[in-house]
């Protein structure tokens, strides 16, 4: 049988993340992985660690060639990419948690696995405790994976949950998710929808090869959600949430985009709640499968960095096996979606670049229609998310083919709206 | 980059998941899995596929060389273990969903397995559709796994769930079961429980590396289950599920049972209902993870079977690494189980023989107690499975430490019982 491999860490980041695992490390001998050194910014605070274990040096560790294994858990993604690419041409295998870093830069971290031939997992970098990286990469199997949707971004969960149950309203919940550390001073990232798209970005890549930058990708975050639209989907027994999406077309190519969505109270999305996050993959023979657990802060962070470790024992790699072993998809633009779109103004809505108009409310104080829009109309235009309009997809949002010309006309006169 | 394997399958089996097997790998060239031969019992039937590719004779698959996989989804546990040992004896890989096979036969397994080098997967035969197996092979670490406790059988569940929910009794929802498929026509295998601590004696070895035979485990079915006990749990707002648990204890061993459990609303099993199944675990600091899907049926179980099948392309095996790469746990008796009794006559009860008694309820008709009992005395004796008397842990129902002495005999006196 296989041997172990003993592993010597160097650790980058001494924060809530990097201290829980220098103690899990400490308490688990059998894991037969030590921490050597551990680099950090600055001397400045007091550490529940020996002294000589810190150095603020980063050559120490890089070149130290005892250490056959670097953990970085720090959240400067351009240093972040820069030790972990050093650490990879240096021989050393990496675990990172560093979404950002990874969604800009994985051509060039793949030419880097490719090259050097060492292992970089970053499991604790989506969905934290969730495995879902090893799950796409090794169980869902290319042809048997129909669809995947998933509550990527705990603090925009964790909003929209609290305008939903408790009935506040965005800047009440976001201050009640920065006072509970699920959301960042800064909340740009999480509410506008970058967060969620990086790591949507790898995640494609692992469940269907495609290699996207994050803006090649259609998103938006939750910041033109408005007071009227909770209230419509409540009234619609319906929560909305930000969700990533991608799914298989009759083309062969994939559909992939972060929007919020309208969610059936029956929809296993609708079970995710506050910080947590939520995976439903669609596989052969249309059976879902649905993952749960906590998808950000410390614990559930460390929780996966320390798989990771645990794996690499086993000399374990992302093989990439979508986009190497198979014919990776490609993304595609050919397909519709259904969607509300609620406004003040009806002037400001090109209407005419509907499909077709489905619901027309004009009497309400808020405004909304629900229509069927291509995406491409989507991707290459912003009136969507100016002037106070809100977009949020349906439930079931993918048409693939409509017949357009019958219906247009029809159903805008019909709606009386032209 | 590694090349895939071409697989050439003999089937065995063409009930529901062997024909749906048999169109998915036909619509899907890129699999590279194509049925050379499928072995049926009689040719009795007419079947959707070319006569040509029928047998009856065993033998015709199991030493045609160009068949390099064995594909077996028969129901007959003792002709699948004969099918399954000769093709690994005579280099095939195997795929098998025979849930009871592999409990009955695990350790004859696992050296056939060491002696040919071949791969013998059976994601299918527990949780259908979860990924279990592989993740507690491959990502749950053993020192981080500190519990699983899974809904594992459909069939009960689904009992459980319209008693709870429609208020049905036993025999009517039982019934129900069986029209929809969910129970077989002889229930006593799911409902008495042999089924869920079938599929738990293997998914403890990828845990933690335990080899137990089922009757080394305490488990118990549903079938004491009394309208009674329903009224109670609805009382105190929880339900009660068939739950197989592992936990490790402080001792450094595992603690393993299957027994009717109370789960609180916000238990994640409580999310499980109907037929479906669910795994819960808490790993590295405490995290829990929650991973849900359909648990039997002829479209689960064939997508697993797939996913065995697209695995041995990339020449997966288990490598059973808790067993042999670790120091594999051993199974506990040194703890106690706080459980609740309901039961007709006390005479029949040895309630001298539990620690402490926390409630008693004597006045109702059918009376019941709460109390704290060693694993040794339940697992060593029958008396709780007697008399129609039932008994259900309570919620979090592990105890490692009891001061027994002092508690005893006042508890009992207190309850006025002794």
Request: overall charge negative.
């Given at each position: 049988?296989?041997?172990?491999?003993?592993?010597?860490?160097?650790?980058?980041?001494?924060?809530?993340?990097?201290?829980?695992?220098?103690?899990?490390?400490?308490?688990?001998?059998?894991?037969?992985?030590?921490?050597?050194?551990?680099?950090?910014?600055?001397?400045?605070?007091?550490?529940?660690?020996?002294?000589?274990?810190?150095?603020?040096?980063?050559?120490?560790?890089?070149?130290?060639?005892?250490?056959?294994?670097?953990?970085?858990?720090?959240?400067?993604?351009?240093?972040a990419f820069a030790i972990?690419?050093?650490?990879?041409?240096?021989?050393?295998?990496?675990?990172?948690?560093?979404?950002?870093?990874?969604?800009?830069?994985?051509?060039?971290?793949?030419?880097?696995?490719?090259?050097?031939?060492?292992?970089?997992?970053?499991?604790?970098?989506?969905?934290?405790?969730?495995?879902?990286?090893?799950?796409?990469?090794?169980?869902?199997?290319?042809?048997?994976?129909?669809?995947?949707?998933?509550?990527?971004?705990?603090?925009?969960?964790?909003?929209?949950?609290?305008?939903?149950?408790?009935?506040?309203?965005?800047?009440?919940?976001?201050?009640?998710?920065?006072?509970?550390?699920?959301?960042?001073?800064?909340?740009?990232?999480?509410?506008?929808?970058?967060?969620?798209?990086?790591?949507?970005?790898?995640?494609?890549?692992?469940?269907?090869?495609?290699?996207?930058?994050?803006?090649?990708?259609?998103?938006?975050?939750?910041?033109?959600?408005?007071?009227?639209?909770?209230?419509?989907?409540?009234?619609?027994?319906?929560?909305?949430?930000?969700?990533?999406?991608?799914?298989?077309?009759n083309n062969g190519q994939?559909?992939?985009?972060?929007?919020?969505?309208?969610?059936?109270?029956?929809?296993?999305?609708?079970?995710?709640?506050?910080?947590?996050?939520?995976?439903?993959?669609?596989?052969?023979?249309?059976?879902?499968?649905?993952?749960?657990?906590?998808?950000?802060?410390?614990?559930?962070?460390?929780?996966?960095?320390?798989?990771?470790?645990?794996?690499?024992?086993?000399?374990?790699?992302?093989?990439?096996?979508?986009?190497?072993?198979?014919?990776?998809?490609?993304?595609?633009?050919?397909?519709?979606?259904?969607?509300?779109?609620?406004?003040?103004?009806?002037?400001?809505?090109?209407?005419?670049?509907?499909?077709?108009?489905?619901?027309?409310?004009?009497?309400?104080?808020?405004?909304?229609?629900?229509?069927?829009?291509?995406?491409?109309?989507?991707?290459?235009?912003?009136?969507?998310?100016?002037?106070?309009?809100?977009?949020?997809?349906?439930?079931?949002?993918?048409?693939?083919?409509?017949?357009?010309?019958?219906?247009?006309?029809?159903?805008?006169?019909?709606?009386?709206?032209?």
């Amino acid at each position: 049988m296989e041997t172990h491999k003993q592993l010597t860490i160097g650790l980058f980041g001494f924060g809530v993340v990097g201290e829980g695992l220098y103690k899990v490390l400490q308490q688990t001998p059998s894991l037969k992985a030590s921490i050597k050194k551990i680099c950090i910014k600055n001397y400045g605070k007091k550490r529940n660690a020996p002294a000589s274990l810190f150095t603020t040096d980063r050559e120490e560790l890089l070149n130290d060639r005892d250490i056959n294994v670097i953990v970085e858990v720090i959240d400067d993604a351009d240093a972040a990419f820069a030790i972990v690419s050093t650490a990879l041409k240096n021989g050393k295998d990496v675990v990172s948690a560093s979404k950002k870093m990874i969604a800009e830069h994985l051509p060039a971290l793949l030419s880097l696995q490719e090259e050097t031939g060492r292992s970089l997992l970053y499991e604790a970098a989506a969905c934290a405790s969730i495995p879902v990286i090893r799950n796409l990469e090794e169980y869902y199997d290319n042809d048997l994976l129909h669809s995947i949707k998933a509550i990527v971004n705990g603090s925009t969960n964790y909003i929209l949950t609290k305008i939903f149950d408790e009935g506040l309203d965005f800047k009440q919940a976001l201050i009640q998710a920065q006072q509970l550390g699920f959301a960042e001073s800064n909340p740009t990232l999480d509410v506008e929808g970058y967060d969620a798209v990086n790591k949507w970005t790898f995640l494609l890549t692992h469940a269907y090869g495609i290699t996207a930058a994050p803006d090649e990708i259609l998103f938006n975050g939750i910041q033109h959600i408005h007071a009227a639209d909770a209230a419509v989907a409540r009234e619609k027994k319906q929560a909305i949430k930000l969700v990533a999406q991608a799914q298989k077309l009759n083309n062969g190519q994939v559909a992939a985009f972060v929007l919020p969505q309208f969610v059936r109270q029956d929809d296993h999305l609708a079970f995710v709640k506050n910080e947590y996050n939520g995976v439903v993959i669609e596989s052969g023979f249309s059976d879902k499968q649905f993952f749960y657990g906590k998808g950000a802060g410390s614990f559930p962070t460390a929780s996966a960095v320390l798989s990771d470790i645990a794996a690499l024992r086993y000399q374990y790699k992302y093989e990439y096996k979508k986009l190497y072993h198979h014919r990776p998809h490609q993304l595609s633009q050919a397909l519709y979606l259904r969607v509300f779109v609620s406004f003040d103004d009806i002037a400001l809505i090109p209407r005419e670049r509907f499909e077709w108009i489905e619901e027309w409310h004009a009497q309400e104080e808020r405004k909304y229609l629900v229509g069927v829009i291509a995406f491409a109309e989507l991707k290459n235009n912003t009136w969507w998310r100016e002037n106070n309009t809100s977009l949020i997809l349906t439930a079931d949002p993918v048409i693939e083919e409509v017949e357009t010309r019958k219906l247009k006309k029809k159903s805008l006169e019909l709606a009386g709206i032209v």
